[in-house]
């Protein structure tokens, strides 16, 4: 991926792994900078989203968090990963109720695929 971002440093897809694997490492710091840039390229992937949402909430940047999630639900509102960690943010900040709503998409969408 390096070698295509060498070629073409516009390249959002090759940023977007690149942010994946730093975050399979638990290099917050290096995902969230690499997927900003993704985001800059690509504004209307999902993927880029959820997992900035999901940096930012490892690094206490709930409102963050919760603005990507938001983003990534609804440029991609049946991606179960979305609704869940976004439930996962609501429940760090309290917002139970919320958080309850997107468990349940999540579920309901779980379901949905099983089938």
């Known amino acids: ?17 690149i942010g994946d694997i ?7 710091d290096a995902a969230i900078a690499v997927l900003q840039q993704s985001l800059w390229m690509n504004p209307y992937f999902s993927g880029p989203y959820i997992l900035l949402g999901k940096a930012y909430g490892k ?3 709930i409102q963050a968090a ?8 609804q440029y991609d ?18 917002r139970s109720e919320e958080a309850k709503r997107e468990f349940a998409v999540a ?3 779980q379901g949905d695929t099983v089938k």
């Open 59 to 61: 690094t206490n940047q």
């Open 77 to 94: 509102p049946n991606n179960k990963s979305a609704h869940y960690l976004l439930a996962q943010v609501l429940q760090q900040a309290g």
């Open 1 to 17: 991926m390096r070698e295509e971002l060498a070629i073409n440093p516009a390249h959002a897809m090759a940023l977007y792994r």
């Open 66 to 73: 919760e603005e990507m999630l938001r983003r990534a639900v």
């Open 107 to 109: 579920e309901r969408l």
């Open 22 to 28: 730093y975050s399979r490492q638990l290099k917050w």
